[in-house]
């Protein structure tokens, strides 16, 4: 069975840290595209960072970049978020994504979500 377990989320204050993991099981993440999304009440979901599986090439929305880290372990078959200097508006729902194309079909992966809570 497919799962991503995303986990690490909670309440911090502005300018603190926080790191996400999202544990994959059912397949392996070294053939995907592995991306954390998020949103916020009353907006749509948006891309914060992905990493390619080729060249470990890693990219990230304008509003994260400096701050954010995503990283991927393949052994422990995790992703992480490392969020550092957090803003109020950082606040939302986490996401982790799982994404292959192959010749056949295409692979689409989410997990549930994990709150994160920047307030002073």
């Known amino acids: 069975q497919v799962q991503l377990v995303e986990s690490g989320g909670g309440l911090v204050q502005p300018g603190g840290s926080l790191r996400l993991s999202c544990a994959a099981s059912g397949f392996t993440i070294s053939s995907y595209a592995m991306s954390w999304y998020r949103q916020a009440p009353g907006k749509e979901r948006e891309l914060v960072a992905r990493t390619i599986r080729v060249g470990s090439s890693t990219n990230y929305a304008d509003s994260v970049k400096g701050r954010f880290t995503i990283s991927r372990d393949n052994a422990k078959n995790t992703v992480y978020l490392q969020m550092n200097s957090l803003k109020l508006e950082d606040t939302a729902v986490y996401y982790c994504?799982?994404?292959?194309?192959?010749?056949?079909?295409?692979?689409?992966?989410w997990g549930q979500g994990t709150q994160v809570t920047v307030s002073s």
């Open positions: 994504n799982a994404w292959r194309a192959t010749l056949s079909q295409v692979n689409d992966y």
